[in-house]
């Protein structure tokens, strides 16, 4: 497999409120993509990259930057059209772009475990050749399409509230139960939050437990410690 092929998708998972928004902040703060469009449901990526409600805006806007121009923007959806269909139409759009990083917010809107909208689908299963790195994030494993998680190339885990969505996550990152029970979010002394998590990247091959310490001013540190298996 050529490098440039590999392919590059990450799943964000943990209920609302668990750090996700927090920890793709830093993600995309890290990948700093000149290339960036976002399925923001919930408006809250407002500091990535500017809004359209317009998926006729959206299109413009990424075929004038062609398929090599710099282009950051979000959908927020909210017009008549249905919420899957539009976010149909935005997958058939990035893949038609390609070269790019595409983060798709609450998977659970718009994939079920048994069904994926075959343009999403699509840019799990091949979007490699296109060039694309897919972020996708849910509240609920279980709710989801199998194929994102399937074929993610790293996921993080957050804290869960449902006993089958962490016993379905302990199996995706190869853990024990407990270890995904004990993740939270635990307010410091002095203010700010501390945010537990454990991450699987199935490329390195590696599973890891991490913690992202927010300050009361926003100020942020992350460290990492591999992931010990409990001894049996």
């Known amino acids: 497999m050529s490098v440039k092929n590999r392919p590059a998708i990450e799943g964000y998972i943990g209920a609302s409120g668990s750090g996700k928004g927090v920890s793709i902040t830093r993600r995309?703060?890290?990948?700093?993509?000149?290339?960036?469009?976002?399925?923001?449901?919930?408006?809250?990526?407002?500091?990535?990259?500017?809004?359209?409600?317009?998926?006729?805006?959206?299109?413009?806007?990424?075929?004038?930057?062609?398929?090599?121009?710099?282009?950051?923007?979000?959908?927020?959806?909210?017009?008549?059209?249905?919420?899957?269909?539009a976010f149909a139409l935005v997958c058939l759009l990035v893949f038609e772009a390609g070269g790019l990083v595409f983060v798709a917010e609450e998977l659970s809107d718009v994939t079920t475990a048994s069904h994926a909208p075959p343009a999403w689908r699509r840019l799990i299963t091949q979007g490699r050749h296109k060039g694309l790195h897919v972020i996708g994030a849910a509240q609920r494993p279980t709710l989801i399409d199998k194929t994102f998680l399937g074929n993610c190339t790293r996921v993080r885990c957050?804290?869960?509230?449902?006993?089958?969505?962490?016993?379905a996550m302990a199996r995706e990152l190869d853990c024990d139960d407990a270890a995904v029970s004990a993740l939270g979010t635990?307010?410091?002394?002095?203010?700010?939050?501390a945010i537990r998590y454990l991450e699987r990247d199935r490329r390195a091959r590696t599973i890891v437990q991490g913690r992202i310490d927010v300050s009361r001013a926003g100020r942020m540190t992350e460290r990492q410690v591999p992931?010990?298996?409990?001894?049996?």
């Open 28 to 85: 995309l703060a890290e990948l700093a993509p000149a290339r960036l469009v976002i399925w923001d449901p919930r408006d809250e990526y407002g500091r990535h990259a500017p809004a359209t409600g317009s998926l006729g805006e959206l299109v413009r806007q990424v075929r004038a930057a062609g398929p090599s121009g710099p282009v950051r923007t979000r959908y927020v959806p909210g017009g008549a059209l249905a919420l899957g269909e």
């Open 158 to 167: 957050f804290i869960l509230g449902y006993d089958a969505d962490r016993r």
């Open 186 to 193: 635990d307010e410091r002394d002095g203010g700010g939050v």
């Open 227 to 232: 992931y010990v298996r409990e001894a049996t």
